[in-house]
């Protein structure tokens, strides 16, 4: 799966449909990607803007799904990390430094910097970093720390700045010993393992020895080839079964700790009486050093020195000698020897390290596997348990942070030029991110009842928590709030609803408009609401404070002007329809968003809306209601279906794609019916010939169109050859609302059906019908007429450029100079496809259609209806349109997921909800490709099972008390897991017996009653459980009683279910191997559950500036403008570092595409050094093993290759390969580009029987999922034979050639390069197997005396073998001079030309020879 951002087309600032006025014309794309280039953004007129606004809305969307689904979600550290690193932006000057101490050195300085960043800077170098308590002076004048340095008089090139060392106090003390903590654990990855201050695994560094770039420490280049050991591992091999665990997190010989000192920790004698503190001592430390010496120091005013106190007896005195310093590390470095050599290996190493294994990440990233780590001492850790350290009050001034202050400041900051705005989003970032880490601490005290409630008398469930300016609410439904809504069911699903309504106001990002600061965490089967507080709301009560919605779901409602306008400027994006409702006595209230939205004015006099959780309109498919019909695509797959609560809503993906579908439809049916009047004025032979005379001049009219189509590319590939209503259908649409509706369904389904190339026949009928049947003559009949509609679709296309002026000069005037005729058309097109306005395109819902307990007036009764044959048109666009689209993507192999968090995000990608997977997966199982999509299917039976599981491990786990909590896991996974029958669970030992009785009264912590009833759970039961569950929930049948029924009859790998139960539910466990399959012993221990961590969502703020040039810089490189589009990714990359700091997943995306380009224009060393990062940052932002991480591994791998780094480059993939094995098995159609690498590069290094092993099983994968027809078969026939060549093995070469060459002949026919260069060798290969023969002969004529003539055996050319690299993972090498990069765009805009005039099968295969697939990510 590829990442988000590189999927989305080019266009999506202005991909919400809007009115033809207001954003889809040619001209105005121009405008807006001009305007981004201009540095200071003047050139954004009003509109523009808040197009981007909308643009860069839609998607954020994904990537933040994307975050939320990984894990890699969570808990950003303290400020202090995450200014480790400085990267110091364009060159300023240089000064020299002089630290106590160390000669004199250079530094790079920006005049942009503070000084504070040298600080941190000299804090971070080897040779100074153990000093913290210092000011920089120049010419004797201290310099201020939060100063730029541009406003120093006297700093310039050359200047001398002096380190001088500044006295003690409390805090600095602290802060020094903190310091010298942590660069005693620098190398230490405890802190990844156990997920806090935002430190996260990364094992790149252990397949490259060291770092990519330094080719110092490689072995000369020649020489290389002899010492490369090339057998992988057993359980790497094609065909393995084995797939263990230990390998995940291989070890990294740098992790040996190099023992400093045995302890470091805070003395029993702090803190310092009176009269000590009068003398300066600040506070006493107790030391053990590696000589085992227990020392105690004193920290004071002047710096550190030895005290004659011990353990019993307290005598500050200085020892003698005392050896004051500075430094801590000074003075240890005098009594230990063995300190002083370790901490300098140490800092060594530490400064090694590439920057990006150790920078914080903004969000935590938790590993579901770790080893056994010892547990240290340290004082730290442990002072930082103890003191409530709400938000590193250190750093902070005035204690606890007011997080909803920072959160609406941040918002409320400028934003009229570039600068401004990445001012802001930095600011916001920022916030947002420590925020989720507050929130994620404050929600795992609450639920481990380390949190006083603020209405202790209520049960558990009722309690609610304010910590550190935050506040907690449990996931229950509390004073049956819920009650008409589903209950529990509804108040677990109503936080994750709430927040996708904070993201999406969020990103609409309207000025004057507030939401709280909102994060959602799941932890030990609790779900907890973390929110920011309004000022003032705790002192009132509800009823008072809300002036706007309904606090009773729709009985009393009020609403406000102040809000009505604010809403206004939301409603066009978020497409939410104003609309009137009744109150209780009967009168209409304006509204502008759903009832249970709430206005409040807060203290601070800012207009907040909180309880979004309809913010967007309800799903109909889940939610039965009385007297209404659903359209019949929808009823003939059993819907609408009884769900556990009734706040299912569409995801904002699907209303985009609705509204993009209906655009193209209204823009069709206005050109139809302009034609039609046409015709009607002409005689009808004359309009024939004029239709054929605008046929050429049409197509370039469609291109723009089909455009900005939305970041969804089902509607935007259908564009130009969806089947358009025939005429008679036109005329009779605006009348018969419903059965238009009818037909638009069909009519998109059967465009799903005609683009799809690779199915036979027969999978089209399936998908026009949207029945999963294909019989029907039905069926059948509107297959065979689809091309020809198609024919007549394409010559209708003219009138799509006037229908389009019209639209738009009617948007643009009061329409008083267009004749009436016109404006009919337009009225008419308008009704057919439901938009709200009668003289342009707006469709727009109203959120509160079929909520309980809503009513509206009957002046709109007619509107109501409209908008609740919307809502249905809508459920059945998701069936009939949206779920085929997935399965058509992945049966072309642009959607491919690998594990259950991309299958998601595929799905969300698409608008569709997880709740519709088992709908997904029947559909697959009836489509006759069905093999073609056996991955596909594995994959989403293995997430429906790990849900329907985790689903009940969430119940599962609320009756466990702390104590018994890695017993009752560890039995959990192992009925989930063991083939154990009967699984026993270990009740913790019952020392507490006697103390038992009394203790009833006292449990406050929820969940904390004497509850053993998890122990009771069998495998069998379990089983039941989510065999039923995945009946009630999905809707699917699952055929197995077992967990090896289920590894048997679906093909699912059970370290596969670990990995996925183990990350959604937050799980972690030991890292060795598990016997799964033992039917004696069970398969884990409670010694083997290390952890649970939380799960969390949060709101992901966006870089839009940033996001904006990667766009414009990915379109650029799609048009073949390499250098350009280079130049503006190294724009993005760099404004992205600017918000979001130096790790983030989109930067992620930035440096893969950057080294993919590095890679083409011929920069191999850049390439790698970009790649390099790519992997490190994926390894640590989305975690070892996500499959992002596989991908960039493999491009790592190509690379190194390029660069003759030949046992690295194996190395790489072979670790690819295992990750992939782990995470879904060696039946998925990259397995076979992996081993395709691997087999080329084995073929290198003239390793033939291996290579012919890895070569042969992508051969097999790529026929399964390809198709025997297809071009990749093709390629890896003749790859195959190549190998056989090399070991003269003539006949199963030419077998194989032969092959190739029939296919090639087949598909592209005979002249073709590809048939001719296979017909060559095939001469070749014969003539070489006849000189064999003939020599053979010879000997078998001769004996040993035989004159045997030399044949040429060939060790294959590095240089072929990288080409063959280079054609498998999609890359076109050219030339670059301009005029062949004219020639080439001139070529491309032909082939997309031709390529919208016949969707033929041979674009689609030819992967390897395509220029359009140029550098793009593939």
Known sequence: ??????????????????????????????????????????????????????????????????????????????????????????????????????????????????????????????????RTCFSLQLDGNVLDNFAELKSIEGLQEGSFLKVVEEPYTVREARIHVRHIRDLLKSMDPSDAYNGVDCNSLSFLSVFTDGDLGDSGKRKKKGSELEQIDCTPPEHILPGSKERPLVPLQPQNKDWKPLQCLKVLTMSGWNPPPGNRKMHGDLMYLYIVTAEERHVSITASTRGFYLNQSTTYSFNPKPANPSFLSHSLVELLSQISPAFKKNFTALQKKRVQRHPFERIATPFQVYSWTAPQIDHAMDCVRAEDAYTSRLGYEEHIPGQTRDWNEEL???????????????????????????????????????????VMAINPGEETRMQMFIWNNIFFSLGFDVRDHYRELGGDAAAHAAPTNDLNGVRAYGAVDVEGLYTLGTVVVDYRGYRVTAQSIIPGILEREQEQSVIYGSIDFGKTVVSHPKYLELLEKTSRPLKVQRHPVLNEKEAPVELCSSVECKGIIGNDGRHYILDLLRTFPPDLNFLPVDGEELPPECQRLAYPRQHRHRLACLRQELIEAFVEHRYLLFMKMAALQLMQQKANKENKAAALTDGSNAEPEASPADGPQSAPASEDPAPASDAPTEPATTPSEASQTPESQPAEAETTATVTTTTAAAAEATVPAEALA????????????????????????????????????????????????????IDPKSREVVLNACKAVGSISDTSFDIRFNPDIFSPGVRFPESSADAIQKQKQLLKDAAAFLVSCQIPSLVKDCLDHSALPMDGTTLTEALHQRGINVRYLGTVLDFVDKTPAKTQLEYFYRIGVSELVTRCAKHIFKTYLQGVELSALSAAVSHFLNCFLSSFPDAVAHLPADELVSRRKNRKRRNRVPGGGDNTAWASLTPVELWKNIVSEAQTYYHFTLHCESVDQAVEKYGLQKSTLLREISVKTGIQILIKEYNFDSRHKPAFTEEDILNIFP????????????????????????????????????????????????????????????ARLNYIMGDHPEALNNQQKAVLMSERVLGIEHPNTIQEYMHLALYCFANGQLSTALKLLYRARYLM??????????????????????????????????????????????????????????????????????????????????????????????????????????????????????????????????????????????????????????????????????????????????????????????????????
């Open 1 to 130: 799966m590829v990442s988000k951002t590189d999927d989305i087309p080019a266009s999506v600032p202005n991909c919400n449909s809007v009115d033809p006025a207001e954003g889809d014309t040619p001209d105005s794309k121009e405008t807006t990607k001009t305007s981004f280039k201009d540095p200071c953004g003047c050139a954004h007129s009003a509109d523009t803007a808040m197009m981007n606004g909308n643009g860069d809305h839609d998607h954020s969307e994904e990537t933040d799904s994307k975050q939320e689904g990984s894990g890699a979600d969570a808990d950003p550290g303290e400020d202090a990390n995450e200014q480790e690193v400085i990267v110091i932006q364009d060159t300023g000057f240089t000064v020299k430094i002089q630290a106590p101490g160390t000669e004199p050195f250079d530094l790079q300085v920006s005049p942009q910097e503070m000084v504070q960043e040298i600080h941190q800077v000299l804090m971070d170098r080897e040779d100074t970093c153990h």
């Open 408 to 450: 609406q400041t941040t918002r409320e900051l400028p934003r009229k030029n570039l600068p401004e705005r990445l001012l802001r989003e930095r600011a916001i970032f920022k916030v947002h991110s420590d925020f989720a880490a507050a929130a994620t601490r404050g929600a795992m005290a609450v639920i481990d009842g380390n």
């Open 766 to 817: 399936v998908t026009t019908n949207g029945t999963p049947e294909p019989e029907g003559p039905d069926g059948q009949g509107r297959e065979c007429e689809s091309p020809l509609e198609g024919k007549e679709a394409e010559e209708s296309i003219p009138g799509l450029a006037q229908a389009k002026e019209l639209a738009e000069s009617l948007a643009a005037e009061d329409g008083s100079s």
């Open 1095 to 1154: 799960v969390v969502k949060h709101v992901n703020p966006k870089a839009s500036d940033a996001f904006h040039f990667f766009q414009s810089g990915q379109a650029k490189v799609q048009q073949g403008f390499l250098k350009e589009g280079c130049e503006l990714i190294n724009e993005a990359l760099n404004l992205f570092n600017n918000v979001y700091g130096a790790m983030h997943v989109e930067i992620c995306a930035c440096l893969r595409l950057l």
């Open 1221 to 1418: 094995l782990v995470v879904c098995g060696e039946d998925h159609p990259e397995m076979a580009l992996l081993d395709s690498n691997i087999g080329l590069v084995l073929h290198g290094v003239m390793e033939y029987d291996l290579s012919l092993r890895f070569l042969e099983n992508a051969l097999a994968i790529n026929s399964k999922y390809h198709g025997l027809r297809s071009l990749k078969v093709a390629l890896s026939h003749h790859l195959v034979a190549r190998v056989y060549e090399s070991k003269a093995e003539f006949r199963s070469a030419l077998q194989h050639e032969k092959e190739g060459y029939t296919i090639y002949k087949n598909q592209v026919g005979e002249a073709h390069e590809k048939t001719k260069e296979s017909s060559e060798y095939l001469k070749y290969l014969t003539q070489q197997a006849v000189a064999l023969q003939r020599t053979m002969n010879e000997i078998y004529k001769n004996g040993s005396n035989a004159s045997i003539m030399p044949l040429k055996f060939t060790a294959p050319s590095m240089a072929s073998v990288l080409e063959q690299l280079n054609i498998i993972n999609g890359i076109i090498f050219i030339p670059l001079s301009q005029k062949d990069l004219e020639n080439l765009k001139a070529e491309v805009q032909r082939r997309q030309m031709l390529q919208e005039a016949s969707k033929s099968e041979e674009p689609s295969e030819e992967t390897p020879m395509e220029p359009e697939d140029l550098p793009v990510d593939d």
